[in-house]
């Protein structure tokens, strides 16, 4: 099975910034787009940041535009969440997510925490 695997979490202080990076455990991960979600305690998963390989195409949850960049690698199956501007409201477990191609399930890491103080 294909696990992915985030690293980068950590402690800032408010109007920092951190880097995310997330990489599959196999390159032959047949995948169309690789995203980022969050966790905080007690909600629901929510969306962050999507990146469709195809075309480049990049989502937004609008709780982060303007501050956070998603890039990636197609070849090696890696994506990035660059955050600036951090915000207490961001503390959350990122999880970084595969979304796959015809018969191939999508995959998830365990994520990695991130916790901004004020």
């Known amino acids: 099975q294909v696990q992915l695997v985030e690293s980068g979490g950590g402690l800032v202080q408010a109007g920092g910034s951190l880097s995310l990076s997330c990489a599959a455990s196999?390159?032959?991960?047949?995948?169309?787009?690789m995203g980022w979600f969050r966790q905080a305690p007690g909600k629901e998963r929510e969306f962050v940041a999507q990146l469709n390989w195809s075309h480049g195409n990049t989502y937004y949850a609008d709780s982060v535009k303007g501050r956070f960049t998603i890039s990636g690698d197609n070849a090696k199956n890696t994506v990035y969440l660059q955050m600036n501007s951090l915000k207490p409201e961001d503390t959350a477990a990122y999880y970084c997510?595969?979304?796959?191609?015809?018969?191939?399930?999508?995959?998830w890491g365990q994520g990695t925490q991130v916790t901004v103080s004020s």
């Open positions: 196999r390159r032959t991960f047949s995948n169309y787009a």
């Open positions: 997510k595969g979304f796959g191609n015809w018969g191939t399930p999508d995959a």
